[in-house]
């Protein structure tokens, strides 16, 4: 039996509760800022998908401060990064929306927790720093845990009190897809009742300027044309942070409680490309194996597909791939199922990615809409053939099929449907 | 390629009231010990992982675990802030040896009177 999704949260540049999330997906609204890295105004990256109401830029935890209405110890905190605050955030969120007590997932055997991140550059390299200063002599004692890669893990699991299963995944941006993925699996061979999963990342110079080395990021500096996945002129994708939570349960388990199941996930599949560290295969031949093998988990075929949350970052190489995959999946079938690329309001959330669009996918079934692509003006040739509607669709999505992809030419692909497995 | 700047210790008293960074800063231009203890004890009354809004009152036989709910993480990170504040090192062998706020006085007084070139 396929797991249901009972609550989502979201601390996104688009908004920090879902019901302003799902606000500015229908209106198009973005969530990306101008912002100076690192107070050089020389620098030619000048946008970000920034989260707002957080005040994360030190990296001492008692200089910050975040939205009212979030109980955090002070024994968590000391551990935490910036982006496990995030976390923390959207899990009671998640946990709110789900009609669950943090007292019901405190020490239960069956629920487990999927993590992703990848760690927070910031505080490793304040830490570093610190003990290099004193060539090794000292150091912060929550260095480790509050900033290698599994930081998430480690503290959300101290905080939630998890004890069915605690894992973290490090596949860059397609790492909550591989972390949503895997709790599906868990749910479905018994071995618990119910995932939380968490992707998280920070919004700062660390985590984001190094993909400008990379020439990964855009140079616009208009906030509404930075980020314009699969148009024409496209340079590049806009940094993001947040955290995305979502609640999975297995039926049994949401019916024996009475919670409402918001969307069912019916299936994932992943690929690789096979072929280079950060670039996608050019036809996208990895994404195109991952769709498809989301497809026949799911047991269902491409006509089944009600439209696609693409992973469309705005890079040139990797939309060209990314539309070049989809339309050998549908185009070459006569299937013009509407395609829509959500990184074009939230900027590129990262490792956050996967579940963020795994959010949005639950947001556009329980709320029978479909995301648009507003900042797109001409597509780009591999195009040809792909619906990409620029404004918001209204009526009911019915199955949707939500890709990534990250480094090392990873690509994991869901499929989600409306809970009762019925396409609208 | 610009040199990491070393960790300043002042900013680390940013968030205390201004009579702590004053006695720190007398300390700095003294070396008094009783300039030592107001900052001390200002610390350890942070450091508690789950402080009250209250301060509680602290003298030298207040327990760090028993009477200010001290776990080893905290007193990890109140002996690395003092160590980054005061420029010293204090060891593991101090620490176990440590179990009140007069001990910690105690063993911080002595490391700086034995630090060459003190302040």
Same mark, same amino acid.
Do not use: W
């Given at each position: 039996m396929n797991p249901v999704i009972t609550g989502v949260g979201f601390i996104t540049p688009i908004g920090n509760d879902r019901v302003t999330v799902e606000q500015s997906l229908r209106e198009g609204r973005h969530g990306i800022e101008r912002v100076e890295f690192l107070g050089n105004a020389q620098l030619p990256i000048k946008v970000a998908g920034t989260v707002k109401g957080f005040l994360v830029d030190s990296p001492k935890w008692r200089d910050w401060s975040w939205p009212n209405g979030y109980d955090i110890p002070k024994d968590i905190l000391r551990g935490l990064a910036p982006h496990g605050l995030y976390a923390i955030c959207a899990v009671e969120q998640a946990l709110s929306h789900a009609a669950l007590r943090t007292a019901d997932v405190a020490e239960d055997p069956d629920t487990g927790l999927y993590c992703a991140s990848a760690g927070s550059a910031m505080l490793l390299h304040h830490n570093l720093a610190q003990m290099r200063a004193v060539r090794g002599a000292r150091g912060n004692p929550l260095g480790v845990v509050s900033s290698i890669a599994g930081t998430l893990n480690f503290n959300l699991a101290a905080h939630f009190r998890i004890t069915g299963a605690v894992c973290g995944f490090v596949s860059a941006c397609a790492s909550s897809s591989h972390a949503l993925g895997y709790a599906i699996d868990d749910l479905r061979l018994g071995r618990l009742k119910r995932a939380i999963v968490v992707g998280a990342e920070e919004m700062n110079a660390d985590s984001l300027l190094p993909f400008a080395h990379m020439r990964a990021l855009s140079n616009e500096s208009d906030p509404g044309l930075a980020s314009r996945p699969f148009d024409v002129e496209r340079d590049g994708f806009v940094g993001a942070g947040g955290a995305v939570a979502l609640v999975l349960e297995a039926p049994a388990e949401a019916a024996r409680r009475g919670a409402a199941a918001l969307a069912e996930a019916s299936g994932w599949g992943q690929a690789a490309d096979g072929?280079?560290?950060?670039?996608?295969?050019?036809?996208? %031949?990895?994404?195109?194996?991952?769709?498809?093998?989301?497809?026949?988990?799911?047991?269902?075929?491409?006509?089944?597909?009600?439209?696609?949350?693409?992973?469309?970052?705005?890079?040139?190489?990797?939309?060209?791939?990314?539309?070049?995959?989809?339309? +050998?999946?549908?185009?070459?079938?006569?299937?013009?199922?509407?395609?829509?690329? #959500?990184?074009?309001?939230?900027?590129? #959330?990262? $490792?956050?990615?996967?579940?963020?669009?795994?959010?949005?996918?639950?947001?556009?079934?329980?709320?029978?809409?479909?995301?648009?692509?507003?900042?797109?003006?001409?597509?780009?040739?591999?195009?040809?053939?792909?619906?990409?509607? +620029?404004?918001?669709? %209204?009526?009911?999505?019915? +199955?949707?099929?939500?890709? #990534? $992809?990250?480094?090392?030419?990873?690509?994991?692909?869901?499929?989600?449907?409306?809970? $009762?497995?019925?396409?609208? | 390629m610009q040199p990491i700047p070393p960790p300043v210790p002042s900013p680390a008293l940013a968030r205390f009231p201004a009579e702590v960074l004053e006695a720190f800063q007398r300390y700095r231009a003294k070396g008094e010990a009783r300039d030592v203890e107001t900052v001390l004890v200002a610390a350890a009354v942070d450091y508690r992982p789950a402080g009250s809004a209250s301060a509680p009152v602290v003298s030298d036989s207040t327990r760090l675990l028993e009477d200010m709910g001290y776990d080893s993480v905290a007193v990890a990170e109140l002996i690395f802030f003092l160590e980054d504040l005061f420029e010293m090192t204090i060891t593991n062998e101090d620490i176990l040896a440590v179990s009140t706020i007069g001990d910690l006085r105690a063993c911080v007084i002595r490391k700086l009177a034995g630090k060459s070139g003190a302040a």
């Open positions: 072929y280079r560290v950060a670039a996608s295969h050019p036809e996208g %031949a990895g994404l195109r194996l991952a769709m498809e093998r989301a497809l026949a988990d799911a047991a269902v075929v491409p006509g089944d597909i009600g439209c696609v949350s693409a992973h469309a970052t705005s890079t040139p190489i990797g939309d060209s791939a990314e539309a070049i995959a989809i339309g +050998r999946l549908f185009t070459t079938r006569g299937l013009r199922p509407p395609v829509a690329a #959500t990184k074009g309001l939230t900027g590129h #959330t990262l $490792s956050l990615s996967g579940a963020m669009q795994a959010g949005f996918c639950v947001l556009s079934i329980s709320g029978a809409f479909m995301p648009g692509n507003p900042h797109l003006g001409v597509a780009a040739g591999e195009c040809d053939g792909l619906y990409l509607p +620029r404004a918001t669709l %209204a009526g009911a999505p019915g +199955r949707i099929l939500s890709n #990534t $992809s990250g480094f090392g030419g990873s690509n994991v692909c869901h499929v989600f449907a409306p809970p $009762s497995g019925i396409t609208g | -």
